[in-house]
């Protein structure tokens, strides 16, 4: 493989990258691919893009503040949108739900509820729909983890990054350890089925030792699930720095070892579990998600869409306004609509990240032609980073920690261009 290797260059959740989304020349009504989609299983998702205090590291769509009637007014035109998409999306069997930002549980105990209220007008609650939830630990508190529970929430993922102080000063995030501690320990005691803790690797400073410090510390209150992220220096954000590729992916590799021999099982470059996955073990890559909230993605088949992404304070307060003041939220404005070949490419791209890998025989079924065995794979099969059986091609272990590098070399040129010029 000829080309310059950078194992950390940026993360690859999904495809096309939300920086390929462009203004479309009209609004797109959304009924007719909801009426394609009729019948299908689907995800809902509630985006709240606040938080006390932004992380230095942080590029995502999210506002530092807690102005109380602002919010208010935010969570005001969540339900509209709710009451505008859900009569469409009576087609639909919402089976899993997610509330994410941002810090979700910076809303008051009152609020929540309202979420809650918000999304049974979909048919969703949380007892029956799998339920996930994000916090942080200044806001992990009983009042709003009674809520939670109560509801039948049956994941809560909490980021903590780092134990280390210095460490987390160094990523711009308020190192309090009280409440961390404090956090951690309600979240543990109230026995939620599912229970994340997000770490963060390649901080400037970190060293193997330190970091298998602070995963040794997050395992003392037994969560089951783990996600442990590398540091990424992006546009936008407060960290300049961070560990060279060799020392971050030493991290790694220790960080594999001892949660391998903790029993956890690896599903992609960052997720470990310890319990019995929720995850259908079927292709991935056609999943139908609908977000409501300014920033959250939407799924609907061959179109993609959400408010424009941007990571400056004042462009995100500006598309926040910009949300509260739409009337008609039964069109999208911005966004991707898939070619067929693009959706064979999210299809590869989505399912090689993932540990199961790409099933041929679905590849066969769902685009009518074997999948393609262009020279990457072969690239990739020579640096054994990926394994053919008779049904399946999946990334090796060691392939597995390259996930971030392999994903972006199926990444089209048409769309990398408009990734490279894309205006924040």
């Given at each position: 493989m000829n080309r310059p290797l950078f194992r950390y260059v940026d993360y690859m959740y999904s495809y096309p990258h939300k920086t390929a989304y462009r203004p479309f020349p009209a609004p797109v009504s959304l009924l007719p691919y909801l009426e394609q989609l009729e019948g299908r299983k689907a995800s809902l998702y509630f985006h709240i893009p606040f938080c006390s205090h932004k992380c230095g590291y942080c590029n995502l769509f999210s506002l530092q503040t807690n102005r109380t009637e602002y919010i208010a007014a935010y969570l005001d035109t969540l339900h509209r949108q709710a009451q505008q998409l859900s009569p469409l999306t009576a087609g639909l069997t919402f089976d899993s739900f997610a509330i994410g930002g941002g810090t979700p549980l910076l809303l008051t105990v009152p609020q929540l509820e309202r979420l809650m209220a918000a999304a049974a007008l979909f048919g969703v609650h949380p007892s029956h729909a799998f339920t996930s939830v994000e916090t942080s630990p200044e806001y992990a508190d009983r009042s709003r983890l009674n809520v939670l529970k109560q509801a039948g929430v049956a994941r809560v993922s909490i980021g903590i990054q780092?134990?280390?102080?210095?460490?987390?000063?160094?990523?711009?995030?308020?190192?309090?350890?009280?409440?961390?501690?404090?956090?951690?320990?309600?979240?543990?005691?109230?026995?939620?089925?599912?229970?994340?803790?997000?770490?963060?690797?390649?901080?400037?400073?970190?060293?193997?030792?330190?970091?298998?410090?602070?995963?040794?510390?997050?395992?003392?209150?037994?969560?089951?699930?783990?996600?442990?992220?590398?540091?990424?220096?992006?546009q936008g954000t407060g960290i300049s720095e961070r560990e060279p590729d060799d020392v971050c992916f030493r991290m790694y590799r220790a960080a594999c070892e001892l949660l391998q021999a903790k029993g956890f099982l690896q599903t992609s470059m960052r997720r470990f579990i310890h319990h019995p996955s929720t995850d259908a073990e079927v292709s991935c890559g056609d999943e139908v998600m609908l977000s409501c909230g300014s920033g959250g993605r939407s799924y609907l088949g061959d179109l993609h869409y959400a408010t424009r992404y941007t990571v400056c304070q004042q462009c995100i307060a500006r598309e926040i306004d910009e949300y509260m003041a739409t009337t008609d939220f039964t069109v999208a404005r911005n966004g991707f609509i898939l070619s067929a070949k693009e959706q064979q490419q999210r299809f590869i791209i989505k399912n090689l990240m993932y540990y199961t890998g790409i099933d041929k025989a679905e590849y066969t079924r769902r685009f009518g032609e074997p999948i393609d065995r262009t020279p990457l794979f072969r690239e990739l099969a020579e640096q054994h980073w990926i394994e053919e059986t008779s049904d399946r091609i999946r990334l090796t272990p060691e392939g597995l920690g390259y996930s971030d590098y392999i994903g972006q070399l199926f990444i089209p040129q048409r769309i990398r261009r408009l990734m490279d010029t894309y205006s924040y």
């Open positions: 780092s134990f280390q102080d210095e460490e987390l000063k160094a990523i711009k995030r308020r190192p309090r350890q009280n409440t961390i501690y404090q956090a951690l320990e309600g979240i543990r005691q109230m026995d939620f089925p599912y229970f994340n803790i997000d770490l963060i690797y390649g901080i400037k400073g970190q060293t193997v030792e330190s970091f298998l410090y602070s995963l040794e510390e997050a395992l003392r209150f037994q969560p089951n699930e783990l996600f442990i992220y590398p540091l990424y220096v992006r």
